[in-house]
């Protein structure tokens, strides 16, 4: 039982590198007001999960900002409209529109 909690910290810190992000990314802005994006090209809804929860929620959290930020980038988007978010006992979810702002 003791190594119960090492595995799970060894399986977050794993989980979380596979989360790379690369400098479009980083530029994508989260907004949730529909006024952010008015003139802005909409590309399409994004979704993500994480599954990580519980003691690991706040690195859930961020796996799931990178997940949207990183899709929103790879649909060549600025900016994510940020639609609905949910986090509950076994997963974090959210979904947004992405926008192309100049």
């Keep these: 039982m003791k190594r119960l909690p090492t595995m799970i910290a060894a399986t977050a810190g794993l989980l979380a590198g596979c989360v790379?992000?690369?400098?479009?990314?980083?530029?994508?802005k989260i907004v949730r007001e529909q006024a952010?994006?008015?003139?802005?090209?909409?590309?399409g809804q994004i979704r993500a999960t994480s599954l990580m929860t519980g003691v690991l929620a706040s690195q859930g959290y961020d796996s799931l900002l990178a997940q949207l930020k990183s899709k929103t980038?790879?649909?060549?988007?600025?900016?994510?409209?940020?639609?609905?978010?949910?986090?509950?006992?076994?997963?974090?979810?959210?979904?947004?529109?992405?926008?192309?702002?100049?």
């Design 20 to 28: 790379s992000s690369s400098d479009r990314d980083v530029s994508v």
């Design 36 to 43: 952010a994006v008015a003139g802005c090209q909409n590309l």
């Design 73 to 102: 980038a790879e649909v060549s988007g600025t900016h994510l409209l940020l639609i609905d978010f949910s986090s509950g006992w076994s997963s974090h979810n959210a979904v947004g529109d992405a926008y192309r702002c100049s």
